[in-house]
């Protein structure tokens, strides 16, 4: 599993080219312990973010619906010490958000200096549910992308890595989905029948996914993640995060004080 | 074990009425399945919590420094799902802060509906910090407390169950805990040389902390959690958290459609 393989470069993709099927060439057997390890990791080096207190992560998850991203959420950044982790899930803007540009209530949610924030929805829903429901046209979602490089080359500069994914599902996975949360009374509240209007769209949004892809870039890359398997998508994800980690190498920082001077009364 | 011992009632708690090495004549061996088994009842009932959408949780956490706050948050609040969970950490306040009254920075991260809200630290350090370090008399104190128990019964009568933590450290655990910063690298960067000016200060957060435990309500109860103990801390807060939780009773919503009358094509 070559994680560059699943990263988006350019601005011509195309979500055709990856199979939402792809398990990496491992089992789910093979795969379990190899999480294990990598929580371990990404538990060791968000602890040296907090403590360095300098820079910020920020993961943006994208997915149709039933996509898997609260199941991202909770088995990934489950592993992190929420002490460090906010996660802001953006639903239909309010009246107040919407008498602001769309970025202002992502603008507010961008994690402080030693956090990992996570992303549940975000600002590409503002140019993917308009774009798709034909209440805006290719210009002005240009626009808007244009708006978003903008914003995540500001954060960027700020001390901000970004990493996106697009949870990546076939129709007929989604359709299991979605009929497990009809057939268990326990998940019927997930379950919204306006999500049959939006999958009746799938070939709108895969359009407009695609348009969004274009502004991956090395400060905010995008990677396109095969999550038919739920196993194979946590897996994945977490190798990017730590990989991100690494690249980011947080620092324990220095003290202005000689621990070994100090006697404890 | 029985959870109401821990429990602060009447206006005159005294610390020195809890033993901080507790073990509520358990073994750590012993306690690791119990605590196993909470995190996994906790977890369903966070999500029927998030699922129902109407009641929200918060857990305000106190404690002297290295008092086991951080561990709390890691190794308790580490088992719910981070969706649905908020952690706030008060730090000193900011000039901005400053320039409002105490609980204006507390009721903006009070937990919106269907969330789990954690104060790591809270506003009872505005109480705390000044009567201890002298800038406020006991009147002063009292009047803060009165506006936190109106705030507290505001949030109880909105929706939001409160449970209180002090966590119960003795002066030797307090003392090996910082040395243990001291003497490891990795951890310096936790330890603050002005910790030690509030630890001479010992006896006047006893009294501080009782004046707080005075706040103590059906609505919005303070528990002493015994915590020289780090595996005994886990299991009792894991413990009132899942009483909390029982007695709110969250359930998954009814929904204005039927589910089995639905085709996806």
Not at 12 to 18: E, F, H, M, T
Not at 142 to 170: N, P, Q, W
Not at 179 to 187: E, G, H, I, N, V
């Amino acid at each position: 599993m070559k994680l560059g393989d699943y990263r988006v470069k350019g601005k011509r993709a195309r979500l055709g080219d990856w199979d939402t099927h792809d398990d990496g060439g491992l089992s789910k057997e093979e795969a379990q312990p190899l999480l294990a390890k990598l929580q371990e990791e990404l538990a060791d080096y968000q602890e040296r973010l907090y403590a360095e207190g300098r820079q910020s992560l920020l993961v943006v998850l994208q997915a149709r619906d039933a996509g898997g991203k609260d199941g991202t959420v909770k088995k990934v950044i489950g592993a992190f010490n929420p002490n460090g982790v906010r996660v802001s899930n953006f639903k239909v803007p309010t009246p107040e958000e919407k008498a602001h540009d769309f970025l202002w209530r992502i603008h507010a949610q961008a994690p402080r200096a030693g956090m990992v924030g996570v992303f549940n929805r975000s600002h590409y829903e503002d140019v993917l549910v308009p774009l798709v429901h034909g209440e805006m046209d290719e210009a002005a979602a240009e626009e808007r992308l244009k708006d978003i490089r903008h914003f995540e080359a500001l954060l960027g500069r700020s001390g901000t890595r970004i990493v996106k994914f697009y949870l990546h599902v076939s129709a007929d996975e989604q359709k299991e989905r979605l009929q497990a949360r009809l057939d268990d009374p326990s998940k019927h509240w997930k379950f919204n029948p306006g999500d049959l209007a939006e999958r009746a769209r799938w070939d709108g949004y895969t359009g407009a996914y695609e348009a969004c892809l274009g502004t991956s870039t090395d400060a905010a890359p995008w990677y396109v993640v095969p999550a038919d398997r739920k196993w194979f998508r946590d897996l994945l994800v977490s190798r990017v995060l730590l990989h991100t980690l690494k690249d980011m190498d947080p620092q324990y920082p220095a003290v202005d004080f000689d621990p070994g001077a100090i006697v404890i009364e």
